[in-house]
């Protein structure tokens, strides 16, 4: 069974950095599209960034210059450095696993991200 492990997320202030990792088991990795998801509360879930097979990335507007996806296929992980975190960011996220041209979609169990002061 695929497993999509989340990690990094806590508690922070504004301003501040966090890295969160997803490492992939049962797949093959580096065919795969991977992306951050995350959702607040009350709200829709909502792409944060992706990044393709090929490495090709995309950042929602909202993080773009502050987030940064990458991907490590000798470590079947996928990071997500997000650099000055504000408020607005506080949210579960998600990473999501993709085969493009299959149904084959994965999701993890999340990780709890908090921005206060």
């Known amino acids: 069974q695929v497993q999509l492990v989340e990690s990094g997320g806590g508690l922070v202030q504004p301003g501040e950095s966090l890295r969160l990792s997803c490492a992939a088991s049962?797949?093959?990795?580096?065919?795969?599209?991977m992306g951050w998801y995350r959702q607040a509360p009350g709200k829709q879930r909502e792409l944060v960034a992706n990044?393709?097979?090929?490495?090709?990335?995309n950042a929602a507007d909202s993080v773009k210059g502050r987030f940064a996806i990458s991907r490590d296929n000798t470590k079947n992980t996928v990071y997500l450095q997000m650099n000055s975190l504000s408020v607005e960011d506080t949210a579960v996220y998600y990473c999501?696993?993709?085969?493009?041209?299959?149904?084959?979609?994965?999701w993890g169990q999340g990780t709890q991200v908090t921005v206060s002061s």
């Open positions: 999501h696993a993709v085969l493009r041209g299959t149904i084959s979609s994965h």
């Open positions: 049962r797949i093959m990795f580096r065919l795969y599209d």
């Open positions: 990044i393709t097979s090929g490495g090709n990335t």
